[in-house]
C-alpha cells in the first residue's frame, strides 16, 4: 500500500506490506494520524474491493477532515469504544474470519488501550505496563499467520514517550514492551 509519499515508499519497500504488522512510532503532533489517512486513501484506490477496519481508540478522530483529506469514509468500518488490547485481538480476529480479499486495518492509538487486568485493578495498584506488554505478546503470535494468509496489512500507532528516572541510554519508551517491534 502506497504511503503517499516516493521516498518512504523506497525506503519501505514499495510502501506498507499487505500480510503484516507495521508500527507508525513518534513524538505528539508529527503526522502518525496523517500517515494512517493517507494509508487508507491509497489502499481504497488501489483495491477496489478491499474492506479497511480503523479502530479509533482515542476518540479524538475527525471524519470530516479525513474525508478532505481524501479518505473514503463511506467504505470504513469504524470500532469506536474500545478499552483493552482484548477487544482489539476480537476486532481483528471478527475482520479476518470474513476475508477473501485483501484488507487494512489501522488501530489509533495502541497507547490509548489498556489490558483486561488493568481495567478491572484499584487505580491505585499499578503494574507499570507488565500485564498489558505480555498480552500484547501473545495476541500478535496468533495474528501473524492469518495476517500473512489473507493478505491484511495491520498498521499500529503508538507514540513515544519520557521514560521517568532514565540517566543513560534510551530517554524515550512506548507503551506495551517489546512485543510490537518484534512483530512489526
Sequence with gaps: ISTGCTLLD????????LGRIANIVGDKSTGKTLLAIEACANFA??????????????????????????????RITFAEGLDTVEQFFDEVSKFLKIRNKPGLIVLDSLDAL??????????DKGSFG???????????????????????????????RDAIGVTFGDKHTRSGGKALDFYA
Aim: net charge positive; proline share 4%.
Design 10 to 17: 523506497c525506503v519501505l519497500g514499495g510502501g506498507w506490506p
Design 45 to 74: 484506490r488501489q483495491y477496489h474491493n478491499g474492506d479497511i477496519l480503523y479502530i479509533e481508540a482515542e476518540a479524538c478522530f475527525d471524519k470530516a477532515y479525513a474525508a478532505a483529506l481524501g479518505m473514503p469514509i463511506s
Design 114 to 123: 489498556s489490558d483486561a487486568a488493568e481495567m478491572e485493578r484499584e487505580i
Design 130 to 160: 507488565a500485564a498489558k506488554a505480555k498480552m500484547m505478546s501473545q495476541l500478535f503470535r496468533r495474528l501473524v499467520r492469518p495476517l500473512e494468509r489473507t493478505k491484511v496489512c495491520v498498521l499500529i500507532i503508538s507514540q513515544v
